[in-house]
């Protein structure tokens, strides 16, 4: 239990000597989960996405002769159930009275918001920060991590890792293009997916523009065009941001639907009310999430070297 | 090597609907079943129901039919399209002697040739574990089991796909039927 903030908390705020408190100032926040997340509302207190075995190819079909049937039926079933999320503070009557700052209690409600903004792109990034780290499944998944050698299909293991690691290169980037371009799906018909956008660490930031920004190959001493800016393999573009933690792993989304998935349940205002006894002002905000993946068609990547 | 996904229901010699019947899978059976697996009848019934139990059959067994789904059960509603071990599940059964499946053949050890598909020839299965992720069976058609003496199948044909043919690598998908179903059977043992 945390202390209330009282007027000691701010004993300079008690004279006129401060001009301006830092960190009220709320940075226009650029969020990331909207960046890679497909972000749907929900109702329930759990939300299952169910994956289908899909058909097969045609058959060819003699004279005469019965047509052979397919089926499809449920494979398995990814879950989310929403996670809780919660923050507050307190404020003495005696400091909301007396403290000039604390008399609009705008400071508070600034603070929780980028609490907030804080704990929705961690959750994001963590998808990705997670996506090579063993246990680290989706509830109701397939079973393996998100990006892993061995997914399982009707058609034996799939991939959605490079195949030798690889740190962020054309060659590497040209690489997973064409596992990406070549992926099936669960039946084993082709995905016809394509990559969208480039995942990077800040770390990456600068060889990734690099390599995609430049009118010819990067790095070589022959004069051939850049393939990955001339065909515009990324139309999505960079995703840089410094939630990534591991500075030498990249990920690339592709336009599969119902990839990496974000959740939202609810999601309060700043609330505000006051204890009897104390006369204390107490402020919180709630939301209740949850992340995870459907589909790892979404994702291909390589952890580095 | 391939990977199985049990048999597939995929027509009837003559045409028409295959015929699919309940049976029952009672708690103390410890091997899980799946999509597309192959089972036998087990000398006993539940008299709950009044439906046969069965068990998943090995390579020589009488062949009742093929697994092609499970009654639904309300406490399984994420877990129900395949059959844990050791829980008691109502399944459905294709136990038509003159239904035609789809099979993936293993590969192992060579695939079947174009000569064997287009001559009388049977084919053991090679019984796989299922996967509790796809739901389906892992059980194949054991390519090197290929003889007139074999017990399981029958081959018909190769599913007649574009991408699938006989001998290719990796092996075909076959069409076969079962060579002695339960049902047409002469011993009454299992």
Known sequence: MANPINRSSYASDLLPIVRKWESDQLKKHDPLTPKICTEESSDSAYEVYGVSSGMGAMQEKGEGENIQYDSNRQMYTPRFTHTAYALGAKITMEALQDAKAMKHAKRIGIQLARAEYETRDILTANLINDAFTSGVTQDGGDGSILIVTTHPSQVGNQSNAIASNADLSEASLETMFIQIRKAKDERGLRANINPVKLVIPVDLLPEAERILGSDKRVNVADNDLNYIKDSGMFPGGIVSSPYFTDTDQFVILTDVPDGLMALNRYSSGVETDNVFDSKNACFSKIIRTSRGWVNWRAVYGSPGV | ?190
């Open chain 2, 1 to 190: 090597m391939a990977t199985g996904n049990g048999l597939k229901l995929v027509g009837r010699l003559g045409g028409g609907e295959a015929h699919v019947s309940e049976y029952f899978v009672p708690a103390s059976d410890s091997t899980a079943l799946y999509v597309g697996d192959v089972v036998e009848k087990t000398n006993t019934m539940d008299t709950a129901n009044r439906v046969p139990i069965i068990t998943r059959a090995a390579t020589g067994d009488i062949i009742l039919g093929v697994i092609v789904g499970f009654r639904p059960d309300a406490s399984l509603p994420f877990t129900g399209h395949y059959r844990a071990a050791s829980t008691a599940r109502y399944v459905l059964v294709c136990d038509d002697p003159d239904a035609i499946y789809e099979v993936q053949e293993d590969a192992d050890g060579g695939a079947i040739s174009a000569a064997n598909v287009g001559e009388s020839i049977n084919v053991d299965m090679i019984v796989g574990t299922g996967s509790v992720y796809t739901g389906f069976s892992g059980t194949m058609a054991d390519s090197s089991s290929v003889a007139a003496t074999a017990e399981d199948f029958k081959i018909l044909g190769v599913v007649r796909q574009p991408d699938n043919a006989a001998a290719q690598s990796g092996g075909a998908k076959l069409l076969v039927k079962i060579v002695a179903p339960a049902l047409n059977a002469t011993d009454s043992d299992s």
